[in-house]
């Protein structure tokens, strides 16, 4: 989660020492860096759509476009690392585990995989994860923005909401798929795998990491989704969520 939908002031220990114009003062300048950043990844994330939609009309095809968008891709996905520092500072109220491992998986699949394996980079897969981060991003960023700014359009607020009923199944498919894609290439190179002996005496097999990095989303997936409905059903219908205790 790249913003919280508060204010972006913070809390904790130290906020209780300082007086009431201190507060004021942190939570404006909080506020207003998140509003940049936001604004600044819902432009990244709208350069690199329309730089797919432009490379397909001019080429007809879309071998070759991961190669002609990587660069911004690479930035603006790595860039989304300020996003843990945000929760672990305090200026954004969500787990720093779990939007760790979010930012993380997603940083994996563009460098550990569609970046080190080329063979890969003209999989249509490729292409369906690519388009589906596209439009969960500019619709997502936006959202904070416009969420930050206390002026919420009620169809960025309605697409935060529905999009992801198709785009996140889409979405975790294509990168399911390219994980799949790449397990024979990683298995005949032996990359980023140790073999033993070594000195380290530790070995390490890529090809069997990626297996498990996929059996992965089988629990993870459902929780995730199901969240997301939940949420969905508060924020457009206010629906009282009761979460029961096991």
Not at 109 to 120: D, L, P
Not at 157 to 164: E, P, Q
Request: charged residues 15%; positive net charge.
């Amino acid at each position: 989660m790249a913003s919280s939908e508060e204010d972006g002031g913070g809390n904790g220990a130290v906020e209780e020492k300082e007086n009431g114009k201190k507060k004021k003062k942190l939570g404006a300048l909080a506020t207003t860096w998140l509003i940049f950043y936001n604004v600044a990844m819902t432009a990244g994330w709208l350069v690199l759509g329309i730089a797919m939609v432009r490379f397909y009309i001019q080429k007809g095809t879309h071998r070759g476009l991961f190669r002609s968008v990587q660069k911004t891709l690479k930035f603006f996905q790595t860039f989304a690392l300020l996003e843990v520092i945000h929760c672990a500072v305090g200026i954004v109220r969500t787990s720093v585990l779990v939007t760790g491992v979010q930012v993380s998986s997603r940083i994996f699949m563009v460098w550990f995989i569609a970046h080190s394996i080329k063979q890969i980079q003209n999989e249509e897969s490729v292409i369906l994860f690519l388009v589906v981060w596209t439009v969960t991003e500019i619709t997502r960023y936006s959202f904070y923005t416009f969420n930050l700014l206390n002026h919420l359009p009620y169809f960025i607020k309605w697409a935060r909401y529905n999009f992801f009923i198709i785009l996140y199944p889409a979405g975790v498919a294509g990168e399911l798929l390219t994980i799949y894609a790449a397990l024979p290439y990683v298995k005949k190179t032996g990359m980023f795998s140790l073999r033993l002996p070594n000195k380290y005496n530790v070995s390490f097999d890529y090809y069997y990491f990626l297996i498990i990095v996929m059996f992965s989303y089988v629990p993870l997936f459902p929780q995730l989704y199901f969240h997301m409905l939940r949420q969905r059903r508060r924020v457009l219908h206010g629906e009282v969520i009761v979460e029961k205790d096991d």
